[in-house]
C-alpha cells in the first residue's frame, strides 16, 4: 500500500455505508430511455414506489427469513444484526438506534471478530458481560423476491433448461436495458465471463494485464491462465480501488489491458484511467462483479470498458447461486463472444434461427448457463433497483451510527468520491491494525 496503514477490510455485505456526503442517492431506472447514463438520483416518490413494490411481496410472499430470525413485517430483508446494549451504554432496541430489529435483545456491540460466516459482534470470552450470545452480522443475506420458483417452475415445464433459453434472453434484454450496453451475455460465473474477455483478446504469453493488489484472485486467475503476466499496481486506503496514480508507471510495451475492479460497488477513478489507456492503447476491463447498479459520473457500472464483468454468485446483491454476466462495450466482439461461450460453436444461430445446423468455429468452453438459473436470475433482476436501494439506506445507517464508533477506535468508514453512485455491495471498514481485525485486541463500539 501506499501508505503504511494496514488494509484490512472487515465486509459487511449485506450492509451499507459511506462518507459520501450526500444522502442516499439511488437507483437507476431500469426503464430509462438514456442509455448512455445511469441516473442515480432517486426521488422520494420513486423510493416510495420502490418501497411499495417490496411491502407487496412481502404481503404475497411473507417475509424472507434466511438468517433465522423475521422480517417483523418492516420489510428490511437484509441487514438486521447489529444490535446495542443498555449494558454498554448503548441500545438494543431498533427504534431507538434506527438500525435492524434485534436478533438478540441484550446483545452488545463489543470486540470485533472476524468468523467465517461473517461479523461477531460482542463475545464472552473477551470481557462481555451481555446475557446472550454474541450477535452476528451476516456475510451476505440472500434477497428472494419470491418469484424466483414460479420461473423456475415455468422453465421446468418448457423442458428448455438448458443455455440459450428464454429466461436467458430475458435476462440479457434487461441487463442490455438498464446498463445501456450493446450486448450482454450471460455466464456460468464473473469468473468464466473474466476468461471470455482474456480469449477475446487474445491473451497469451508476452502479455502483461495489470491488475489491482487488492481483489478478488479470479481477476488475476483469468488472464494467467493463459499465459499473461499479471503486474499489481497498489491500492488506494479510501476506497480500496487500484491506485489510478501509478498505472501509468506500470505500463510497458507488452501490456495488453487495465483491469479495474470497482471495490464495494463504488468505481475506481476512470477518468485518469481512461487517459493513461488511450495514452497507451491498452483495453481496459472492468471486473464489476461488486458493482451492478453503481454507476461513475452517471455511466453504469460495466458499461465504461471494452468488457465488463458481472457476478450473481450467492454473496452479491442479486444473485442466482452462481452466474455471471459478460457485458460487451465494442460490437465487433459480439459475435465471437457468443461462439466462444458456446464451446467454440455456433449455436447460437442455430437457437436463433438463422442457420440449419451448427458446427466447431473457434475456440471456447461450455459458459453458457442453465436457464433454470437464469429463470432465478429474471426474478431478481426485475426487482434489483428496490433491492439496492434497499441496501442502501441500511448502508447509510450503518454509516451514521457506527461514525462515533469509528472515530473513537481510529477506524475508517467507507469513502465514496461524489461522482460515484455505490452499488452498495459491501460495508468495509479499515481497521486500525490487523490485531484489532482478528478481535485480537480490542476496539470496541463503547
Ligand atoms: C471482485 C470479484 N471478481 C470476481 C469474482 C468471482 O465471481 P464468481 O464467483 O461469479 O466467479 C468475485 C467473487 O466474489 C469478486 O469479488
Known amino acids: ?58 404481503r404475497t410472499f411473507g417475509s424472507r427469513d434466511t438468517a433465522g430470525s ?37 446483545v452488545f456491540v463489543g470486540p470485533a471478530e472476524v468468523s467465517g460466516s461473517g461479523l461477531v459482534i460482542g463475545s464472552k470470552d473477551r470481557g462481555f458481560s451481555g446475557n446472550c450470545e454474541p450477535a452476528v452480522v451476516p456475510f451476505h443475506q440472500v434477497y428472494w423476491t419470491g418469484k424466483e420458483q414460479a420461473y423456475m417452475m415455468q422453465a421446468m ?25 450493446p450486448r450482454a451475455l450471460l455466464t456460468t460465473s464473473c469468473t468464466h465471463a473474466l476468461e471470455l474477455m482474456a480469449l477475446l483478446l487474445n491473451v497469451g504469453p508476452g502479455d502483461e ?11 488475476a486467475s483469468a488472464f494467467s491462465r493463459h499465459g499473461a503476466c499479471i503486474v499489481f499496481v497498489d491500492s488506494r486506503t479510501d476506497t ?26 463504488v468505481a475506481c477513478d476512470m477518468d485518469e484511467i481512461w487517459r493513461v489507456a488511450s495514452k497507451y492503447g491498452v483495453h481496459v476491463l472492468e471486473d464489476a462483479a461488486h458493482a451492478f447498479l453503481g454507476s461513475y459520473k452517471g455511466r ?5 470498458g471494452t468488457f465488463g464483468a458481472l457476478s450473481f454468485h450467492e454473496t452479491k446483491n442479486i444473485t442466482c447461486g452462481e452466474g455471471g454476466a459478460l457485458l460487451i462495450n465494442d460490437a465487433r466482439f459480439v459475435e465471437r463472444a457468443l461462439t466462444i461461450r458456446s464451446c467454440g460453436n455456433d449455436r447460437h444461430r442455430f437457437v436463433q434461427g438463422s442457420a440449419l445446423s451448427y458446427t466447431w468455429r473457434d475456440v471456447g468452453s461450455s459458459y453458457a448457463p442453465s436457464d433454470l438459473l437464469a429463470a432465478t436470475l429474471l426474478a431478481q433482476l426485475e426487482l434489483s433497483v428496490p433491492i439496492t436501494a434497499k441496501r442502501g439506506l441500511l448502508w447509510h445507517r450503518y454509516r451514521d451510527s457506527l461514525r462515533d464508533w469509528a472515530d473513537a477506535n481510529s477506524v475508517v468508514l467507507p469513502r465514496v468520491p461524489t461522482v460515484c453512485q455505490p452499488a452498495y455491495h459491501i ?10 481485525a482478528t478481535g485480537e485486541s480490542s476496539v470496541s463500539v463503547v
Open 157 to 181: 415445464t418448457s423442458g428448455k433448461i438448458s443455455g440459450l433459453g428464454p429466461f436467458t434472453g430475458k435476462c440479457e434484454s434487461h441487463l442490455e436495458q438498464v446498463l445501456g450496453v
Open 240 to 265: 480500496f480501488n487500484i491506485d489510478e496514480r501509478l498505472i501509468e508507471q506500470a505500463i510497458t510495451p507488452r501490456t495488453k489491458a487495465i483491469v479495474v475492479m470497482h471495490y464495494a460497488g
Open 300 to 304: 453504469p457500472l460495466g458499461s465504461l
Open 70 to 106: 423475521s422480517l417483523d413485517g418492516k420489510g428490511w430483508p437484509l441487514l438486521r444484526s447489529l444490535v446495542f446494549s443498555p449494558a454498554t451504554g448503548l441500545r438494543s432496541e431498533s427504534s431507538s438506534i434506527d438500525l435492524e430489529p434485534a436478533i438478540c435483545p441484550g
Open 1 to 58: 500500500m501506499a501508505e503504511p496503514r494496514e488494509l484490512r477490510a472487515l465486509h459487511f455485505k449485506g450492509a451499507i455505508v459511506s462518507p459520501c456526503d450526500e444522502s442516499p442517492t439511488l437507483s437507476p431506472s431500469p426503464h430509462s430511455s438514456s442509455m448512455s447514463s445511469l441516473d442515480c438520483s432517486i426521488e422520494e416518490q420513486d423510493l416510495d414506489d420502490t418501497f411499495e413494490a417490496l411491502q407487496q411481496h412481502d
Open 209 to 219: 494485464v495489470i491488475i489491482p493488489s487488492f481483489t478478488f484472485c479470479s481477476t
Open 427 to 436: 460495508f468495509a471498514v479499515l481497521m486500525p491494525s490487523p490485531q484489532a
